[in-house]
């Protein structure tokens, strides 16, 4: 099969646009963007013919720019967006799908998926990230409603990987990072969610540690209905700088939500209850800036980790959010997926604003900074990873979970076809 009919070369009209992603504008020979997945079977066996470097593209917010190559091939999957209700509540998603238009699609059903918390995030690279949001403490990461996928491997074969079928494959697409194929689309297990009491408690920043360590306090005993992200944001130009704690409480006692009001001095409150579909925002990097960026997952948050938090805060051009994680996530067993963080208390990223021509020294001492944090964790997450040093891939996987990833890639890419991602190597 030819690929003229989906590909865009340079010179085209819409190249500019195929070639430009959130992190930035690359070079590629030509961006694929096929319709059916036997046109991804083309476009894999095309990229092999003509010895090009390929680069696989779900909604584009990877920071690193793996779903760009210059001088290669993008295979972009924005057109494989279908959003299907099945049978009860299992929902079939197509790959190139953004949570926006997946949100959207399933109010009308009271449906929902637990993932991310970004319109325009593609559906395929964050739930082999794991996925993370707003549902997360209730219905689990993204992986954790996952029942199937169409998988075409390396070598273009179509599979259909599940808890059934191809079993090792399904393990690895739930936290492997990409590393295994290219999923067009999903089966999900949707959750009945309608609407949720959402948005946004202010606090004055004072006694930021404190305030973190009550706010981790509160949320290691809230029900899982409830969850939550604190923001610790800097100030920029004329917004001044400010803590802001993001709340998601999709159950039916709105008086869970008074504990972390009591955590800090209350500026200003926010919260109501809305649809789900209409929770979900955009969220880009300021412009003008280049982000250093790193995560980690802590088993615990604790007064040095506060401590380190507020320090790192203080020295000024730095946002740090904090995630509370638990409640589902601790119950799907660390062997049952690729992604093995289950017993983390929190997430922790942090992004450092530096010019755009900053020097490099000025780039390691902003990661020297957020090291005082990073290395109190356990691991880290793909979905936010800013770097792609050999110990951030280290911290990605545990040992053991790595010595199978890898033993999974030898089966399905032992050419490492699939290389422009956190990479694990067969």
């Known amino acids: 099969m030819t690929v003229d009919h989906i590909a865009i070369r340079p010179g085209d009209p819409e190249y500019d646009t195929a070639r430009t992603t959130i992190a930035g504008t690359a070079s590629p020979m030509v961006v694929l963007r096929p319709t059916a997945t036997d046109e991804v079977s083309a476009s894999l066996a095309y990229a092999a013919a003509e010895g090009l470097v390929l680069a696989v593209r779900s909604g584009g917010h990877n920071v690193l720019g793996f779903g760009n190559v210059d001088d290669g091939a993008v295979l972009d999957l924005s057109r494989l967006d279908t959003v299907e209700v099945l049978d009860g509540n299992r929902v079939r998603v197509g790959a190139g799908a953004t949570w926006g238009a997946v949100a959207t699609a399933l109010a009308p ?8 918390d970004t319109l325009s995030v593609g559906v395929g690279g964050l739930t082999q990230a794991g996925g993370i949001g707003w549902l997360v403490r209730m219905h689990g990461l993204t992986i954790d409603s996952l029942l199937s996928a169409e998988v075409v491997t390396a070598d273009g074969e179509v599979v259909s990987a599940s808890a059934d079928e191809h079993s090792d494959l399904f393990w690895a697409l739930r936290g492997g990072a990409g590393n295994v194929g290219v999923v067009t689309s999903f089966v999900f297990r949707a959750q009945p969610v309608d609407t949720v009491r959402f948005g946004m408690l202010s606090f004055a920043p004072e006694d930021l540690s404190g305030l973190i360590t009550r706010w981790a306090g509160v949320m290691r005993t809230a ?3 409830l969850s939550s992200t604190l923001v610790l944001i800097p100030g920029f130009g004329d917004f001044p700088a400010g803590v802001m704690l993001f709340v998601c409480d999709c159950g039916d006692d709105p008086s869970v939500i008074e504990p ?3 955590i800090g001095w209350v500026v200003s409150d926010e919260i109501a209850e809305r649809p789900y579909a209409e929770i979900l925002e955009e969220a880009h990097p300021p412009e003008g800036v280049l982000p250093v960026i790193g995560n980690a997952f802590v088993e615990s948050v604790d007064d040095e980790l506060a401590a380190a938090i507020a320090a790192a805060y203080d020295r000024g051009a730095r946002v740090v959010f904090l995630r509370a994680l638990g409640g589902a996530v601790r119950r799907v067993s660390v062997e049952e997926t690729a992604f093995a963080h289950r017993d983390a ?3 922790v990223v942090s992004a450092a604003f530096l010019p755009v021509d900053a020097s490099e020294e000025q780039v390691e001492d902003a990661r020297a900074v957020w090291r005082t944090i990073g290395d ?3 691991g880290a997450y793909a979905g936010f990873l800013g770097s792609a040093t050999p110990d951030d891939l280290a911290a990605l996987w545990p040992e053991d979970t790595r010595k199978r ?6 089966t399905w890419d032992p050419d490492n076809l699939f290389r422009r991602n956190f990479n694990v190597q067969p």
Not at 405 to 410: F, I, T, W
């Open 109 to 116: 059903h009271g449906l929902a998926l637990s993932s991310g």
């Open 223 to 225: 029900p899982d209905e």
């Open 376 to 378: 109190r964790g356990m």
């Open 345 to 347: 208390e929190a997430l």
């Open 260 to 262: 972390l009001r009591g």
């Open 405 to 410: 990833l890898v033993e999974v890639k030898r």
